[in-house]
Every structure is written in C-alpha cells, then in structure tokens.
C-alpha cells in the first residue's frame, strides 16, 4: 500500500483506469432503449410489407399528426419519471389550455399567438403548483397530480362548459396541419417545434449537470443533497415544464382539431406514461433514455396504426398496447432471472476453480481494453 | 436444538468460494464454530467476511465448498431456509418496521393464532416479555419500534432469533454504531446465550471488543482463510499483522503540520432540540477532534455546518465571509468539503459509476458551453480514483458492489476533487478494515500538511486522540471541554463527555 498523498491529480496518478468495462457495441445495443428501437423497426418493416396502404403517403402523416401530443410530453414526463415522481395532470393541463385559448380567442377576441402564450403561462403556473407541493411541501407526486388532474380539468370544463369554440382562423389551424417538405411530404410541421424541445431536453437529461442531478435524485435523492443537488428545485423546475410543454400540445391538439373543448386530450395522460415506460423509463426513477422513449411513442403509434389499416378495433389495439406495456415492464425480471439461471447452469456444469476465475478475469480486462481501443 | 447439539461444530465451512461474475469475493472461505462459543470473525474489508456471512444467511448461494451445519450438509436457497435451519444474522443496522410494536417485529409473520384465527395479542406480548427477561433488558413490547436505538434494535433482532430458537447467531459488526454501556449490554446478552449453548459468530473490527468476548477467533484475508486460534493464545499485533499480511508500524501517524489562518468559525450555532451554542475554529492545517458519545450531537453540528440541516441561530463563516445557511451549494462553493457518516445512503449513489460520483460536484466546472458528456466526467474522475487507489476494472462500474472501505476511497476521491479548503469528515473509518484505516489516517495527516483543515468526527477515541490536534468534546449537544493535544487523554475527554450528564442527575436529585 503505497502512500495516497493528494496535491494534485496531474503529473503522477499512480493508477489509471479504463472508462468502461464493456465493449461499445455491448453498451449501444444490450440496452432496453435499443430493444424498442429494434422493436420498432422490426413492427415497421412487417407493416410496410404486409399491411395494405401502410406504406401510402398520408400514414406517416397522420400517424405524426396523431402522436404529436405524446412525444411532446413524453420529454419533460420522461425527467420526472426519472426522478421517481409522477405528473397525472398532464392531460388536464391541455383541456386547461384548449379552453383557455378558446375562451381568449372567441370571447376575449385576441390573437391566436397571444392567446397561446398566456396559455403556455398558465400551464407552466399549473406546473408550478405541482411542483411546490411535490418538491417544497413533501407531498406524493401520485396523490398531488390526481388531484390537480381533476382540478385543472375541472376549471377547463368550468370555462366552456360543454359548448365547444369552432371559430379559429385558418391560418392558424392550417399551420398545425402543414407539412413541412411542401405536399405530398409525410412530415407534419408539428415536428419542427417537437426536434427543437427533444435537442434542449436530451441535453437537458443527458449532456447537462442537470440531468446528473435527475438520475441522482431518482437513485438516491439523499445522496444527491449530500453533494449539493437541489433536490427541490430540480423537481419544481420538471414540473413547471411538464405544465408549459402540456400547455403547448394542448394548442397544437386545439388548432389541429380546430376545436377548444373543455374535455379536449382527456386520459391521455396515461398514454403518455405508458410510451415513457415502454421506451425503457425505470417508474422507480434513475433509470432512462430519450432516445428509447421516443421509439416507445412511434412504436405505439406505428402498431395502433397499422391495426387500424388492417381494420381492427379500437379495443383490439388497445389490449395489444397494453400487453406490450407489461411484458415490457417485466422484461427487466425476466432477463435477469434467465441470466441467474442460465449461469447457474454453466456454473454447475463446468466446476469452478482458480483459474477459470482467473480466466473471466483476464477476459474483462481484454474486453475492457477493447473499449477503450475503440474511443 | 441449543444446548443438545453433539460434539464437533454446530456450523463449518470448509473452502466455500464465491464469484460475482469475475469478481472473486471468496476464494477458500472455512470456520468451524463448537456450540457455546463466540467465534471472532475478522478481516480487512474485502477479506470475504460478509460475503462468508451472506452464504450462511441463505442470501447468497455458494459456488463450491462444504457447508455443513450441525454435522449434516446444507444448501440454503433463500434466508427462509437459513432462518428454519436455526441460522439468525443480526447486522449493524437491523431493518424493523418501525410502525409496528416491538412485540409484532419479533413475531412478525408466525404470530400465535387464537380461535377462529385470530392473532393472540395477549400470548405474543407475555412471549415479549419473557424473551426480554431471559435477555436481561427492559424495553416494552408494546411501544413501535420507531425511536429505538440501534442498540435496542439489535436486543429486537436478537430476541427474534431465539423465539426461532436459532442455534447459531451470526453478529455483524454489531457494536460499530453503539456507545460503551450498549456494547456492555450487548456483550452480557452475548454470554448469555454462549451459556446457554449457543454458537456465536461475532464480526468486529474492533480488537478490544474481539479480546473481551470471544473465545475463538477466525482469520480471512483476500478471500482465503488465514488461521483459527485460541484468543488466549494469540494477541492482537499477531492477529493484525495475519489480516494485513504484514506488521502494521503506526495506526495514527499524525504528523506535526504547520498551523495557519483560521478557516472556519462557528459562533453560537443552535438548533432546537439538537445542539445549543455552539462555537469553534478550525485552522489551515490543523485537525480538529469533535468527540463524544454517539447521540451527542456531533454530526447533527457537522450537517448544519455544511448546510444539509437547518438551525435556528448562529453564524457560520468561511475564511472570514459568511456562508450561507440550509444550502450544501453554498457550502461546496465556499470551499467545504463533506464526508457524511452513513456512505451508502448519503456519501455516494451507490448505483451510479464510479466515474460520476467522483465526478458528482466539480462536475459543474466539466462542462463545455454548458454540455457535460461522459468522456469529460471520466477524464476528470480517473486521476482522482487512482491518487486515491480506488480499486475498480472501470470507470462505469457502479459503487454498490465494492467494499467499505473502497466506497470511502471513492467519497474521498469525489470531494478532494473540489480542492476544498475545509474537509468535514464524519466518522472516516468506520466499517473498514486496518489497512485502508491507515491509508485513509496517512492521507488525512498528509492533507493537513498541506493546510487543509479539517474536521473530524469519530466515535473512535484511540482515532481521536491520535490523530486531532485539538479536541472538542460535546455532550448532549453542548462542547463541555477544547482539549489540546497534550491534555486530551482518555479519562480528560470520556469525562468531558458525561459531565453534563452527571450534573444534570445531580440537579435533578437536589431538586
């Protein structure tokens, strides 16, 4: 044992270490995230071929057009989720902002941009009102959210009552249907303001000391205080951007129906979690990635879309949606039973000694310098 | 049964080996307890002790080797099979339901059933008490286990695992978090069920306690079984040298270092309840001892200081600028480092790599236009793991698996890394082995030398007394007594630190 003198680390480390103990393509591709992606893939290829008009023009456009409201809150759900909290009032907040925009465009006669950012402020307000009773009074997200979800929903409903407002300009509700590459194009302009949010929130979770601060509160939000995290701060900011982002898929959901109803986007929010937990999110937080969530909402979407090419209920595709959801959600046990059992096999099998302990020993160490080869 | 049990072991274990994937946890594990003894288990961290510990428990399964308990082989899946075999394992910090009475934990899951199947209250609560008698202690059977001692946890566990009727207990580390007149207790409840024909297993890194109680003791280093003597034949230099593999020249090699400016001061910090008035300094290059007894206090001012906890008055100021209070940010960035006491729970995300818990507070100097990747967190972290000899294949390994004393190489690691100017450290040994203790004793003395201040919190007094150069005692949340170097001897601080509560019977007598 040598002498641990700390001045500074530079110039004479008595160790060095390589960054990772698997190689690239075991990190890339033995994760969950990559499984949907594959997943996804595997479900489009078979529809293209085998599902008739799967491959006509405007199924990739509706499709977008439908799951645009998802992917928008998949993003901030994704950050709470990973902090082991829950937004259920994400849903309502959308009625909130439909009605919202509704009542200020028809009664209150402004502009369609203005009415949308006093919406976008209200939502991020119900955020906000989340967030202080999550983060600040100590409440359980889960009891916090389905109160405010009957709440927000209560007051959009409130607003319009059941009468619905038509009475959008068409510039406006054309703009949420246009396509961006011109006609004839699959994409829907929606993805535009969607890309923008999806790189400010893969930086946010991934390439941020933010995001640090997220998967820290979510494995060990003790730990993460001990080291200087603001626990409380980071959950109230999630929140207050979970309301805003909601707030705007409720304009897009309002502009593109080109109607405000108090009930607009309602249960939706359970569409929402289910696609953040299929894409690979831990519900016990700390565990995730965007790039999984994101093939978790288009695969959701690409499967309910296919189904109904072919003709199948809506009840059909559902109950495919939610089996899907919860072999997913007990995939993790049961990849981890197999590997426990199927190394108890090899063990029993081949009895082991020093050296082979030796061996996997020396094989880690190659695998490691491989690794670190193909940085 | 205990006492019926025939001769030879009640519990042996002749080369049991374990692996997690191409870790080697145990290479050649092997004990053999005789029923009415107390066996000292004892190893550096790392040895396989706990491992051993977890195979016998049923947590862990065993990849080759003997096991055999009562002279008839076993394999035990589950701790289920472990308990129903008469195993019981009672760890430092007992798991209880802390809403459910003292008497429902004991029974918990074979509560006696009247008519009609209704759970007998009344049977459980005299069954309570009896065990209780039995042991000697006086806790009531009807109060929540929430707000007991660990102490009395453990009396809990322990009563447990006699109404199981276990013969053989397992005690890991159990006097790690308890004060003289609990370990006392515990011992006299130990020697009670050694009388009563018991094997004992008692895992311990504190030799005193091994000398005092056991009657056995069982050497492990790296994985392999080293040696098994008579406690009156051995002494504690041979033991230690045995774990280490080598002579151990100095346990506290505090060097004399150069006393600066003051860094920190702390003036009349309260917290109701908790601590009240309490003032202190810390030089550049100087260590400073807070002892007492466990409940004291101490960490409670540590946390406050460093801003995890609130308090209700006083100041705390950093090189002459005051640090704001209730905010570890602040803390950090004033140039205070924290090694809280408990390192799974507060000193590290155990399942993060060791990378960005290394890299967890200077993380927010890493970034490049405000983006963080894992290739600057790495770079970043990988110098300070290996000043510190953190002992991992990679960086991306996560910290659950390592050793005690590994984990507290990798908390060190993470807070040097802020190149702070005051170093907090709450109970830096605790739960790990010789070696690593000294290593961690050196690199304090070391990091002294180059003026930092630190703080020091122990429990330990020989750790105290060796390495502060000043001490601090505190009782019941005040500091009785600032002892230098040359005055802190045992009797000057065990003193300090029951003063006030002598004065407070005395009072309470004359009133």
């Avoid at chain 1, 270490?17 to 033995?30: D, E, F, H, I, T």
């Avoid at chain 1, 390439?207 to 003790?222: A, H, P, Y």
């Avoid at chain 2, 590994?406 to 702070?420: D, F, G, I, R, S």
Wanted: hydrophobic share 45%.
């Amino acid at each position: 044992m040598s002498t641990a003198t700390v001045d500074r680390p530079e110039g004479r480390a008595t160790r060095t270490y390589p960054a990772y103990s698997r190689s690239l393509w075991r990190r890339v591709l033995l994760t969950r995230e990559f499984a949907v992606i594959a997943l996804l893939a595997i479900v489009y290829f078979y529809s293209n071929a085998n599902v008739p008009a799967f491959d006509g023009p405007l199924t990739l456009y509706y499709l977008f057009l439908d799951i645009a409201p998802i992917l928008l809150i998949a993003l901030p759900m994704t950050l709470v989720i990973i902090t082991g909290e829950i937004d259920l009032s994400v849903a309502s907040v959308m009625g909130l902002s439909s009605a919202l925009i509704g009542v200020l465009h028809a009664d209150a006669g402004m502009s369609i941009p203005l009415a949308a950012l006093v919406a976008i402020v209200v939502g991020a307000v119900c955020g906000a009102f989340n967030g202080f009773l999550v983060a600040y009074v100590g409440l359980p997200s889960l009891a916090v959210t389905i109160g405010t979800l009957a709440l927000y929903r209560g007051i959009a409903q409130g607003l319009l009552g059941t009468k619905a407002i038509t009475d959008f300009p068409e510039k406006w509700t054309d703009l949420a249907k246009e396509r961006i590459f011109g006609d004839g194009s699959s994409y829907p302009m929606i993805l535009i303001p969607f890309v923008i949010l999806l790189v400010l929130f893969v930086w946010l979770l991934h390439f941020s000391t933010f995001g640090r601060g997220v998967f820290e509160i979510g494995l060990n939000d003790e730990a993460a205080h001990f080291s200087g995290v603001d626990v409380e701060r980071t959950k109230f900011l999630l929140f207050v951007l979970a309301g805003a982002v909601s707030a705007f898929a409720g304009l897009y959901f309002t502009l593109r129906f080109g109607s405000a109803r108090g009930d607009n986007a309602n249960g939706l929010e359970l569409q929402v979690i289910a696609a953040v937990l299929l894409g690979g999110v831990s519900i016990f937080g700390g565990r995730g990635a965007l790039h999984g969530v994101v093939a978790g909402v288009i695969l959701i979407g690409v499967i309910s879309s296919a189904m109904r090419l072919q003709g199948e209920t809506v009840n059909k595709i559902n109950i495919v949606i939610g089996v899907l959801l919860v072999l997913s959600v007990i995939s993790t046990t049961l990849l981890g039973w197999a590997q426990g059992f199927l190394s108890r096999r090899r063990r029993s099998s081949t009895p082991i000694s020093g050296s082979s302990s030796e061996d996997g020993q020396r094989r880690q160490a190659a695998a490691a310098t491989e690794s670190t080869n193909e940085r | 049964m205990p006492g019926t049990a025939p001769e030879g072991p009640a519990l042996e274990l002749r080369d049991v080996a374990k692996s997690f994937g191409s870790v080697v946890a145990l290479r050649s594990g092997s004990i053999a307890v005789t029923p009415g003894s107390i066996h000292a288990l004892v190893g550096e961290n790392g040895a396989g002790k706990s491992t051993l510990v977890k195979i016998v428990a049923g947590v862990h399964r065993r990849d080759s080797g003997v096991f055999r308990l009562h002279g008839e082989d076993v394999d035990f899946g589950s701790t289920a099979d472990s308990k129903a075999a008469g195993v019981a394992v009672i760890y430092q910090e007992p798991t209880l339901f802390p809403d459910l009475s003292v008497t429902e934990n004991i029974f918990m899951g074979r509560q006696p059933v009247g008519r009609g199947r209704r759970i007998d209250r009344a049977a459980m609560y005299a069954e309570a008490e009896r065990l209780f008698q039995g042991l000697g202690v006086h806790i009531d059977p009807r109060r929540p286990a929430r707000g007991l001692s660990i102490a009395d946890q453990q009396i809990i566990e322990i009563a447990k695992a006699i109404s199981l009727d276990a013969s053989v207990l397992i005690m890991d580390e159990p006097t790690a978090a308890l004060s003289g007149v609990e370990v006392e207790r515990l011992f006299a409840v130990a020697r009670g069920l050694r009388d009563e024909g018991r094997a004992l297993v008692f895992i311990s890194h504190r030799f005193d306690e091994v000398f005092e109680l056991c009657d056995t003791v069982t050497v492990m280093r790296d994985g392999d079984y080293v040696s098994t003597d008579a406690i009156a034949a051995t002494s504690v230099d041979e033991i230690v040298s045995r774990m280490v593999g080598r002579e151990v020249a100095e346990l506290f090699p505090k060097s004399p270092a150069e006393i600066g400016d003051v860094v920190l001061e702390v003036e009349g910090l309260s917290s109701l309840g908790t601590f009240h008035d309490v003032s202190f300094s810390v030089r550049a290059g100087e260590i400073v001892g807070l002892a007492g007894l466990v409940g004291a206090g101490r960490s409670e001012i540590a946390r406050a200081v460093f801003g995890v906890d609130r308090y209700d008055a006083g100041a705390v100021r950093l090189a002459g600028k005051p640090v704001a209070a209730r905010s570890p940010r602040a803390a950090i960035r004033a140039g205070i480092a924290f090694v809280p006491e408990d390192r799974r729970k507060q000193g590290l995300v155990t399942d993060a790599s060791v990378a960005r818990n290394v890299a967890a507070v200077i993380r927010r100097g890493l970034t490049h236009a405000g983006v963080l990747t894992n290739r600057d967190e790495n770079k970043a972290a990988g110098p300070w793991a290996g000043r510190l000899e953190v002992k991992t294949s990679a960086l991306d390994m996560t910290a659950s698996t390592m050793s005690g004393g590994n984990q507290q190489k990798v908390v060190l690691a993470k807070w040097l890394a802020t190149e702070p100017k005051l170093l907090i450290i709450d109970e830096p040994t605790r739960g790990i082995d010789v070696g690593t203790k000294a290593e961690v004793h050196r690199l304090l003395s070391d990091l002294a030398g180059q003026g930092l201040a630190i703080l020091m919190i122990s429990s330990e007094l020989p750790e105290v007394l060796g390495m502060a150069d000043r001490v601090l005692v505190v009782c019941e949340g005040r500091i009785t007594a600032e002892l230098s170097r040359d005055e802190a001897t045992p009797e000057a601080v065990m003193h300090a630190a029951t003063a006030t509560t002598a004065h407070a019977i005395e009072e309470e007598a004359t009133a």
